[in-house]
């Protein structure tokens, strides 16, 4: 099996990013179970943070990524859903897996399926076999975050020592819905026996959800327990002060764009406070938020005009990224929005959402994905907004033309879909693939 071999392998499976269809979204657990125990239950090996929420959890990983590897250890990251090569969903130090290793792993999986009674998806296999690398390679921890809800995740046939939960909010209701209550209730399905609660959502009406659980460890709630208290705008980035139930760090500079990312910040530090069982000391906390990266979280890729990049994907994320866009580049003369949507999105929403209804220009196109929402659709809800709109056959076409357009003195923000996000990338960065 050569590279090209082992990708045809996993795309020859039923792929719940693609099709939404109710085969896909299965609630069950035990063919990633049995693939697994043949596996030689590799999660086993090694302890494991485990991360949900609706939005922030990628960018959590990183951060938490980030201190655990500053501290010292070995650390195996698994997320999910990748911008450009699936190499990135399996990272150990932050440094995405070589070709030849996931060759070599993906190789061992395939052998073990034939054994398998039924047939897994495309992400129980690539659970398994991030969890069987991390095992070859003998990590020290792993940080691995959930692809949908919590409870049904292949990911949750691991036993947590932490488990985080970033937010709630409503995305995916068709899976994990309809509610609120629902999807936290899906999402607290991560918390096992003994397992410590580190919580980020502060919704009263949804908290007591994740404090009825039996057996956990201990919760710990943001704004309670731990948080961020100062949050500024500072040049390339935030300046925070952190609290956690152990220690104060002050003046920590992180280099990503959004307010919210301060919250982000505050639960992965109280995630490694409560795997430690102790503070960390302030020069690693400092030094690892430093050296924080987060490709496609409000990404900066080209200035004169300013090009942006953001995969928000549902009304809360695009709320949070037009909020911090007008916060972090306030003196900005104009907006060009490329957008593309997938199919569940409600197209009116999500542009009033990123404020299109501000921008000089809506350029619209398709995910590359089977499950892309037609352009014109998207165009018709910003037409009806009174936005002036133009629809590309392709991502790349989109950017092309967006940069075209935009004086230099304006924005060019790129977002709708990880899909979009890891496309236009592609174009404008090149094949490089960003590091955890």
């Known amino acids: 099996m050569d590279l090209a071999g082992a990708l045809a392998y996993l795309a020859d499976h039923v792929n719940l990013e693609t099709d939404p269809s109710p085969a896909a979204a299965e609630r069950r657990l035990d063919r990633i179970r049995a693939l697994v125990e043949l596996a030689g239950d590799p999660q086993s090996s090694y302890p494991v943070l485990h991360i949900t929420g609706t939005n922030g959890k990628g960018s959590t990983a990183r951060m938490l990524t ?47 399926e034939t054994l398998l ?5 495309h992400f129980e296999l690539l659970t398994a076999i991030a969890l069987r690398w991390f095992a070859d390679i003998a990590v020290d921890v792993a940080v691995i975050e959930v692809g949908l809800g919590g409870r049904w995740d292949a990911t949750n046939i691991v036993e947590a020592d932490v488990a985080v939960v970033t937010n709630v909010s409503l995305d995916h209701i068709e899976t994990i819905g309809p509610d609120l209550s629902d999807i936290a209730t899906e999402k607290a399905g991560i918390v096992k026996a003994g397992t410590t609660l580190v919580l980020g959502e502060t919704d009263p009406a949804l908290t007591p959800i994740f404090h009825g659980i039996a057996g956990s460890k201990a919760v710990w709630e943001r704004d309670v327990d731990f948080g961020c208290s100062e949050n500024e705008l500072a040049h390339g980035g935030r300046l925070l002060d952190l ?6 760090y002050q003046e920590i500079l992180m280099p990503v764009h959004g307010e919210f990312q301060g919250d982000n910040a505050a639960t992965a530090l109280a995630a490694a406070e409560a795997f430690f069982e ?44 037009s909020a911090a866009l007008s916060e972090t580049f306030a003196g900005i003369a ?86 979009v996000v890891g496309a236009a990338r592609a174009a404008l960065v090149g094949d490089g693939l960003p590091a955890v």
């Open 66 to 112: 980030a201190l655990l590897v500053e501290q010292g250890l070995s650390v195996g990251t698994y997320t999910s859903p990748h911008l450009q090569r699936v190499n990135e969903r399996l990272a150990w130090n932050g440094a995405p897996i070589a070709d030849d290793q996931l060759v070599e792993v993906v190789q061992a999986v395939a052998a073990l």
């Open 117 to 121: 009674d039924g047939r897994p998806t």
């Open 243 to 248: 609290w956690t139930p152990g220690a104060k």
């Open 334 to 419: 104009g907006r060009i929005l490329v957008v593309g949507l997938l199919s569940g999105r409600e197209p009116t929403e999500m542009l009033e959402a990123l404020g299109a209804g501000n921008c000089r220009l809506v350029v619209t196109c398709p995910p590359p994905s089977p499950r892309a929402q037609p352009p014109e659709v998207v165009a018709a809800a910003a037409a009806d907004m009174g936005v002036d709109t133009e629809i590309a056959d392709s991502v790349p076409e989109a950017v092309a033309l967006a940069l075209s357009l935009a004086t230099p003195e304006e924005m060019v923000l790129v977002t709708g879909s990880l899909y």
């Open 278 to 321: 102790a503070p960390l000391d302030a020069a690693v906390v400092a030094d690892a938020f430093a050296g924080v990266r987060l490709p496609g979280r409000l990404e900066v890729v080209a200035r004169s005009p300013l090009c942006v990049l953001d995969g928000a994907h549902n009304p809360a994320g695009a709320r949070a990224a």
